[in-house]
T-cell receptor, first 112, second 113 residues
Framework: KAGVTQTPRYLIKTRGQQVTLSCSPI?????VSWYQQTPGQGLQFLFE???????NKGNFPGRFSGRQFSNSRSEMNVSTLELGDSALYLC???????????FGPGTRLTVL | DQQVKQNSPSLSVQEGRISILNCDYT??????FLWYKKYPAEGPTFLIS?????DKNEDGRFTVFLNKSAKHLSLHIVPSQPGDSAVYFC????????????FGKGTHLIIQP
């Protein structure tokens, strides 16, 4: 089975712009979660989508949003980028929910 | 407040010896615990997990121990191999909860030849 894929792998944006990241889960997995990894805060949960609905949400501002399509692929959008949004954004998929999750390689976002 | 703590940022172990990575948690609602391994420029790779109804789970060279009363878990790797050099993250979750995985800050394991 192919693993979780994320595109793009690297991205450079400037403050105020918006960005969209994409994630394709493992085939058959219906749950997709997004995490932000920074040196200071470690790995932090952003949100989870299951069957095209946001099911759970972490403690991030509304500038961070997402969606899931009928084929379980998910996108994450960050609007009005800030310097502090520079991070590795990881997507994880699981078959049912927030238990054993399998991670993609991540998208490295740099905000200048 | 960090709910999952890995107090050792790094650990150096000789090849062939046992590596023991520790993790403490504060949230008594956590009932499922996982260990992930991460190489640079890659996402975390799932290693092993344990449910709170067990106190030990073994998978090859990897064994996870859970002490619920102490809110402590540990990962044992025996014998340690050079390919085990990576950052190891402990994670916890309340199944059926809404908060996703809560991760520790990681321990960088270095296996010395």
């Amino acid at each position: 089975k192919a693993g979780v894929t994320q595109t793009p792998r690297y991205l450079i944006k400037t403050r105020g712009q918006q960005v969209t990241l994409s994630c394709s889960p493992i085939s058959g997995h219906r749950s997709v979660s997004w995490y932000q990894q920074t040196p200071g805060q470690g790995l932090q949960f952003l949100f989870e989508y299951f069957s095209e609905t946001q099911r759970n949400k972490g403690n991030f501002p509304g500038r961070f949003s997402g969606r899931q399509f009928s084929n379980s692929r998910s996108e994450m959008n960050v609007s009005t980028l800030e310097l502090g949004d520079s991070a590795l954004y990881l997507c994880a998929s699981s078959s049912q929910g927030l238990d054993t999750q399998y991670f993609g390689p991540g998208t490295r976002l740099t905000v200048l | 407040d960090q709910q999952v703590k890995q107090n050792s940022p790094s650990l150096s172990v000789q090849e062939g010896r046992i590596s023991i990575l520790n993790c403490d948690y504060t949230n008594s609602m956590f009932d499922y615990f996982l260990w992930y391994k991460k190489y640079p420029a890659e996402g975390p790779t799932f290693l092993i997990s344990i449910s709170s109804i067990k106190d030990k789970n073994e998978d090859g060279r990897f064994t996870v121990f859970l002490n619920k009363s102490a809110k402590h878990l540990s990962l044992h790797i025996v014998p340690s191999q050079p390919g085990d050099s990576a950052v190891y993250f402990c994670a916890a979750i309340t199944t059926g909860g809404a908060d996703g995985l809560t991760f520790g800050k990681g321990t960088h394991l270095i296996i010395q030849p």
